[in-house]
């Protein structure tokens, strides 16, 4: 994985549950370039600005996974033959759980949060295997893997075997996983429960195991992300910072340090982008927050956090934030866009605001006619004054004749 950001590059079948997605084609990553931050024109691995998964690359949002959908009749050999020992673990029909090895007891069942290890064998429908693990090992309940192996693990017991027969909604989605899983494909799993075991002591993991841990978790949210399946997403970069923010009665080296606070800042970026996915704003803005507290500059955090306030209506507020995003990264054409379209919004807005006061105060026309007074001269006198001063004035001079007359 680059340290310039988060995009899985594999193109070759991961572990079950972690397989990381191809990168996507050029043509894929002018799609939607306007919409999200993380989708440049072209990134480059020296120029990375996204730290998430380009989900806006991929051409079409994903399917709806198939409520109908009905379990494979093969796959499995015997699957089909015994149905009434099927489990259906949800309810649904779409995940189902066989023994095929009975195992020690319940009470040997492993606990969420302990670390498990199974050995895994999953096919395709027409039988093609896509994964083979002898000791695969994960944290049960934290969505490390498939969610079918995930939840189904926890029905087996030390030593058991079982199928686990899957719709596609619980393993790889409407996606697939690019060269051999297509999309919209339902898998068996044969998997035994190995071993079950408590979870290392968080306080007692070095720097560079609390990293390693860190970035697992991280790595699993950008694969959830990448399914669009932001809820998930979110959980795993909240268990992410949970490792990194925990105590610890180690040591670690500056390098260590600083290691921890990228990573930290990476899962807050990646948080931020998945609760705006949900209209989460309140949640996204916190995130955005804390990033910026930690790198006032980070240009990802002040995106976000703009679109955000956006999205609120805060337009005031949002333009300079992503002005000053704009001005550390002057030939981002993201914000240019962005910025763009909210200087618009706001200009509309106040456009708005001012018709609406005009018709709170009333008709402008009727509301302008007493200001004609105010060009009338300061000395002028009303006319009723006028003419009666002009009238004791003549009859002063008639009695001033009728006087002179009588002399």
Not at 290 to 304: D, M, S, T, W, Y
Request: glycine content about 8%.
């Amino acid at each position: 994985m680059a340290s310039s950001g988060e995009e899985p590059r594999s193109g070759s079948p991961g572990r079950a549950g972690t397989g990381t997605e191809p990168a996507p084609t050029a043509d894929a990553a002018q799609l939607d370039a306007a919409e999200d931050f993380e989708v440049l024109e072209e990134e480059e691995e020296e120029e990375d600005l996204s730290e998430l998964p380009p989900l806006e690359d991929v051409g079409r949002p994903p399917a709806p996974p198939r409520e109908d959908a009905q379990p494979p009749e093969q796959g499995g050999g015997e699957a089909a033959e015994d149905p009434q020992e099927w489990l259906d673990v949800l309810g649904s029909g779409l995940l189902k759980k066989k023994t095929l090895v009975p195992g020690q007891g319940v009470d040997t069942r492993p606990r969420k949060g302990q670390d498990v290890t199974v050995r895994l064998k999953a096919t395709l429908e027409d039988g093609s295997v896509v994964e083979e693990n002898p000791a695969l090992t994960f944290t049960l309940g934290d969505c490390d893997v498939l969610q079918a192996l995930d939840l189904c693990v926890q029905l087996l017991e030390m030593g058991e075997t079982a199928l686990i027969v899957s719709d596609a909604k619980y393993c790889y989605g409407a996606q697939g996983r690019s060269p051999d899983i297509p999309p919209n494909a339902a898998l068996t799993l044969e998997v035994e429960l190995l071993a079950a075991r408590d979870a290392p002591d968080l306080e007692l993991l070095s720097g560079k195991e609390k990293i390693e841990l860190a970035n697992r978790k991280r790595e699993r949210g950008n694969f959830f992300y990448q399914q669009a399946d932001y809820v998930l997403a979110i959980n795993s970069y909240d268990i992410a910072l949970k490792v990194i923010g925990s105590s610890s009665k180690v040591d670690f080296s500056p390098d260590e340090e600083a290691e921890l606070l990228d990573v930290k800042v990476k899962c807050l970026n990646n948080l931020a982008a998945s609760q705006l996915k949900l209209d989460h704003y309140e949640a996204a803005l916190k995130s955005c927050n804390l990033v910026l507290e930690h790198q006032p500059g980070n240009i990802k955090a002040l995106f976000r956090k703009g679109k955000v306030l956006a999205q609120q209506g805060e337009y005031r507020e949002a333009i300079p934030i992503l002005k000053a995003a704009l001005k550390l990264e002057p030939s981002n054409k993201t914000i240019h866009a962005e910025l763009s379209k909210l200087v618009k919004k706001h200009a509309d807005q106040k456009n708005v605001e001012t018709e609406m006061y005009r018709k709170m105060l009333g008709n402008p026309s009727a509301a302008g006619a007493p200001g004609k007074c105010k060009d009338k001269l300061p000395w002028s006198i009303p006319w009723k004054w006028l003419f009666g001063a002009t009238a004791i004035a003549l009859g002063g001079v008639a009695l001033s004749v009728v006087i002179a007359a009588r002399n």
